[in-house]
């Protein structure tokens, strides 16, 4: 499949955001957002309600916790093995 018919199958709602997002014409945190719908065949609730821990995006969704999206600390206390990236030991 093509990126024309993977989009072609994208409900009306969301194309123009799915297609921005896909020319790079969009902020890291909606590009973001339109990967966790795509993820979730487009259910909003679906989205909301992931709880995919070892996704490499779930720190950053769009419904993520009280913390800011994308803090380092959300990484680490959410994802499994997160509080060993960039840990050295002896």
């Known amino acids: 499949m093509n990126a024309e018919q993977y989009v072609a199958r994208v409900p009306d709602l969301y194309r123009n955001a799915f297609q921005k997002a896909l020319a790079g014409k969009v902020s890291p945190r909606q590009a ?13 609730k679906e989205v909301e309600l992931c709880n995919v821990k070892t ?6 969704k769009p419904t993520y916790g009280s913390k800011p999206s994308g803090s380092a600390e959300a990484a680490k ?8 990236v960039g840990s050295t030991t002896d």
Do not use: W
Request: hydrophobic letters at 35%; a positive charge; one cysteine or more.
């Open 32 to 44: 973001i957002k339109q990967k966790c719908l795509d993820c979730c065949c487009f259910q909003r």
């Open 55 to 60: 996704c490499p995006l779930f720190p950053f």
């Open 77 to 84: 206390e959410n994802v499994p093995g997160a509080s060993l």
